[in-house]
């Protein structure tokens, strides 16, 4: 089976800063074998969160999750590997964390679907446009390029 090499975003939402939850989220991502080609830690204004969530623009949660993802640093990357969208969302968990897989981050870490740790893009679509709400191209390090300094030390 082929599959293609994506890149999706990933958020450290700031619960996972504030619980010092960031290094073992990194760490799963990085034990999965997806590579890190971009990452920041930043604090949301209203606009750019409102951006990001537009799909949730309306529903009852909207404005709590808006205040919430902008209530302090969360860490941005942009991760690449193969079928890393749909891998993602597995190695999160379902949105509920009573819902979601055991082993999933949301299921060992986290007990309430508004304090839910992390979010992954859900889509290739989503995944393209949450990207360019975060990152620049110039931002994007080479996973190539980092191969071949370790292979020429
Ligand atoms: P996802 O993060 O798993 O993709 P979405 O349905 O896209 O889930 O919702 C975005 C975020 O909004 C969720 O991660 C969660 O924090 C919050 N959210 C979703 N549904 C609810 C709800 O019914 N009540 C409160 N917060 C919710
Ligand atoms: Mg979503």
Redesign the pocket.
């Known amino acids: 089976m082929s599959m293609a090499v994506e890149t999706t975003l990933i958020l450290c939402k700031p619960d996972a800063v504030s619980r010092g939850l960031v290094g073992e989220i990194v760490s799963r991502l990085e034990r999965r074998g997806y590579v890190i080609v971009a990452m920041h830690m930043m604090q949301l204004d209203g606009e750019r969160a409102r951006r990001h969530?537009q799909?949730?623009d309306g529903?009852?949660?909207f404005a709590?999750?808006v205040s919430f993802i902008t209530s302090g640093p969360l860490v941005a990357l942009a991760v690449e590997g193969e079928g890393t969208i749909e891998g993602c969302r597995q190695l999160?968990g379902?949105?509920d964390p009573l819902r979601a897989a055991p082993g999933s981050v949301r299921a060992d870490f986290a007990q309430t679907?508004?304090?839910?740790l992390v979010?992954?893009s859900?889509s290739p679509a989503s995944a393209k446009r949450e990207l360019e709400i975060f990152f620049k191209d110039s931002d994007y390090m080479s996973r190539r390029h980092d191969l071949e300094r370790w292979i020429k030390g």
């Open positions: 969530y799909e949730h529903k009852p949660f709590d999750l999160i379902a949105t679907i508004g304090r839910n979010h992954a859900d």
